[in-house]
Structures are given as structure tokens and as C-alpha cells.
């Protein structure tokens, strides 16, 4: 019954997702670590894609913690919560970044399966956490892959001539 509740949500996660990793995997490991997705701070997709899966994973804690019953509200500093999970993850290696979100997705998702009703606060974690976030970095993120393959060809053409 949920999950027919929430079926345009997931999908609108699944697919705002695949978009997200079709982007990712069109670059090498090294251009996922080249910084200019975002300036001030310098962002590369490894950080993009660890601030996501960080978020994704948050949003399996508090799922959890309203199946529970522990469940306090969502009344967070977002701004303190992203740079704490920036510090969190740091320079991690792209490969832990690349499992962490994957992984943060699958438990979210799980989690959000075992929900027992629709509520007010799991749709502010489902927008927070999936296709709604996901929909604010995928702009930036076309550009800045477009960006990095656009270097490759040209360091391709320089190569070759």
C-alpha cells in the first residue's frame, strides 16, 4: 500500500538517480576528482556525489528512526549539516565516495519501504534525500561533465597531433 503512495516518488528518485549516474560514469576516475564543479568551496564530483550519498544516508537514519518510534522532527541546520558531512567525508578516495552514495541509497530506499504511513516528515526526508536534491545538482553536474569531456577531447586532439 505505501509504496503505491509513494510511486511517483520513487520514480521520480530511480530515474532523477540513473540520470545522476549516466553523468558520473561518462568520466574517468581522475576527471571525478578534478575540482570546479562548484567554487568557493572548490567541489569536484566526488564531493557532489559524497554530499549526496551522506544526505541519502541521513535520510535512512531518520526513516529509521520514525519506524521506531524516536523520530525528533527535522528542525536542522542544513548549512551546518552539509559542511559537517563535507568535513565527514572529506578526501575520501573516489571508490569509498562512489560506495558510500550507492550505499546510502539502497539502505534510504530500504528504509523507506519499511515506512508503516506517509507522513508530513517522511516526505520532507524523501524530498530532502532523493529526486528533489538530486534535481539541484544534476544542472551543474550536465555542465561540469560536459566541461571535463570537452578537456579530454581537446587534450585527445593535442595528443594526436
Request: aromatic share 12%; proline share 3%; net charge negative.
Given at each position: 500500500?505505501?509504496?503505491?503512495?509513494?510511486?511517483?516518488?520513487?520514480?521520480?528518485?530511480?530515474?532523477?538517480?540513473?540520470?545522476?549516474?549516466?553523468?558520473?560514469?561518462?568520466?574517468?576516475?581522475?576527471?571525478?576528482?578534478?575540482?570546479?564543479?562548484?567554487r568557493d568551496p572548490d567541489w569536484s564530483v566526488r564531493d557532489v556525489l559524497g554530499?549526496?550519498?551522506?544526505?541519502?544516508?541521513e535520510g535512512e537514519v531518520q526513516f529509521e528512526r520514525m519506524i521506531a518510534g524516536?523520530?525528533?522532527?527535522?528542525?536542522?541546520?542544513?548549512?551546518?549539516?552539509?559542511?559537517?558531512?563535507?568535513?565527514?567525508?572529506?578526501?575520501?578516495?573516489?571508490?569509498?565516495?562512489?560506495?558510500?552514495?550507492?550505499?546510502?541509497?539502497?539502505?534510504?530506499?530500504?528504509?523507506?519501504?519499511?515506512?508503516?504511513?506517509?507522513?508530513?516528515?517522511?516526505?520532507?526526508?524523501?524530498?530532502?534525500?532523493?529526486?528533489?536534491?538530486?534535481?539541484?545538482?544534476?544542472?551543474?553536474?550536465?555542465?561540469?561533465?560536459?566541461?571535463?569531456?570537452?578537456?579530454?577531447?581537446?587534450?585527445?586532439?593535442?595528443?594526436?597531433?
Open positions: 500500500m505505501l509504496d503505491r503512495l509513494y510511486a511517483a516518488d520513487l520514480e521520480a528518485e530511480r530515474n532523477a538517480w540513473y540520470e545522476l549516474l549516466e553523468l558520473v560514469r561518462a568520466l574517468t576516475p581522475e576527471e571525478c576528482l578534478v575540482a570546479g564543479y562548484y554530499h549526496l550519498g551522506t544526505w541519502l544516508a524516536t523520530y525528533e522532527g527535522h528542525d536542522i541546520d542544513i548549512d551546518v549539516m552539509n559542511a559537517s558531512f563535507l568535513a565527514a567525508f572529506g578526501e575520501q578516495p573516489w571508490d569509498v565516495c562512489w560506495i558510500q552514495a550507492n550505499a546510502g541509497r539502497t539502505r534510504m530506499l530500504q528504509a523507506w519501504g519499511d515506512l508503516h504511513e506517509p507522513t508530513d516528515e517522511a516526505a520532507w526526508w524523501i524530498r530532502k534525500s532523493g529526486a528533489e536534491h538530486y534535481s539541484e545538482h544534476l544542472p551543474r553536474l550536465r555542465e561540469w561533465v560536459a566541461e571535463l569531456a570537452e578537456r579530454r577531447h581537446e587534450q585527445a586532439r593535442a595528443t594526436a597531433t
